[in-house]
């Protein structure tokens, strides 16, 4: 194992306190934070996952979900173990929750692995646990990515400081930050987190690289219609183009009550559309996936089917309007 001395920390009377994520946990001696991977040593505090890789693989871009950056297109993707976050239906509870085997991958192998894995790769993406609490770890490597002109992109659920994540925005290109509901309870209940620290993530984001939004919706728990109608219009108020991914939950880790009815995710679609002009449904058998001119409602991007319909600069073929994506669709 090897560790690297963490960012964003300061002494404290009782050990050291952490500045990474709003949570700023106090860790005393030999202890370690919330996340489980910041540790304090003799007062200094440590990054024991730098370099720990518990998961890698050569995924879609569509999977992360990014649907309007590089359509197509193929990134390869690596996760950590350790979260600030304690999800009651986490996906991925087996490397975020527990302690999973890992390789030691050095930020330059790892850039080495993503140019040679596949020539339809456009780069890494920082995923499967949360990429925040692997920081120092993804600043170098996404530092690397940028100088060999590949691109980086972080899936997360974006409860970091502001400070922090300014210093690593100008290496990212694009996000899909999880905005796990639109009231405070549910984060405080099921996520032991904070909306408007998201929310504060969010803003600084999308003003600085391609931000998509992935809500996983529980029934009874995160999907009143008056929640999934501030979701939409706060992201509106921001861009009307930020793409928000609607997830079907179905019963994982914690969380033992039903999947999500179908009618339910196709209410939040007819919520959000009236504030947003790109709005997707998951986890619920290839309905919702495909990208309709907001203008016109021509379809300009078939994902069943593996389709563009795009004019050239991903224009509309039918009414001329300019689609916002991200590079080149490549299906």
């Known amino acids: 194992m090897v560790i690297e001395e963490a960012c964003y920390y300061d002494p404290h009377e009782r050990g050291v306190v952490c500045r990474l994520c709003p949570r700023g946990c106090i ?37 992360k979900p990014l649907y309007h950056f590089y359509p197509g297109s193929y990134i390869f993707s690596i996760g950590t173990w350790g979260c600030n976050f304690t999800c009651r239906f986490c996906q991925n509870w087996q490397i975020a929750q527990e302690n999973p085997e890992t390789v030691y991958l050095e930020p330059e192998k790892t850039v080495d692995m993503a140019v040679k894995v596949d020539k339809r790769n456009i780069g890494l993406a920082f995923t499967y646990s949360e990429p925040s609490v692997w920081y120092e770890y993804v600043l170098a490597t996404a530092k ?15 409860f970091i400081n502001l400070e922090p994540l300014s210093e690593l925005l100008p290496f990212v290109d694009a996000l899909n930050i999880d905005v796990k509901a639109f009231n405070e309870d549910y984060y405080r209940n099921v996520c032991a987190g904070r909306l408007e620290d998201v929310k504060r993530t ?10 998509e939004i992935t809500c996983l919706l529980v029934g009874g728990l995160n999907d009143a219609p008056e929640d999934l109608e501030g979701l939409a219009s706060w992201l509106a108020d921001l861009d009307k183009d930020i793409p928000l ?16 009815p179908p009618e339910k995710m196709e209410l939040a679609y007819l919520i959000a559309r009236r504030y ?10 290839g309905i ?18 593996l389709v563009s319909n795009l004019a050239e600069d991903n224009k509309c073929p039918c009414c ?3 689609i916002k994506i991200i590079g080149k669709v490549v299906f």
Do not use: W
């Not at 690397?144 to 974006?158: D, E, W, Y």
């Not at 991914?245 to 999500?260: A, C, D, E």
């Not at 947003?276 to 058998?285: E, F, H």
């Open 202 to 211: 969010v803003e600084m984001a999308v003003r600085m690289a391609h931000v």
């Open 288 to 305: 919702g996936v495909n990208t309709y001119c907001p203008e016109c409602k021509f379809l300009v991007i078939d994902r069943l089917k």
């Open 27 to 63: 860790i005393g001696e030999g202890r370690s934070g919330f996340c489980r991977v910041r540790k304090n040593i003799g007062g200094v505090l440590f990054a024991e996952n730098y370099g720990a890789c518990s998961s890698y693989a050569l995924d879609p871009i569509e999977k």
């Open 320 to 322: 001329g309007k300019r």
């Open 144 to 158: 690397q990515l940028k100088a060999r002109g590949l691109k980086s992109v972080l899936v997360t659920n974006g």
């Open 276 to 285: 947003l002009n790109y709005v997707y449904l998951g986890n619920i058998g």
């Open 245 to 260: 991914h609607f997830s079907r939950y179905f019963p994982n880790y914690k969380l033992k009550v039903p999947p999500t």
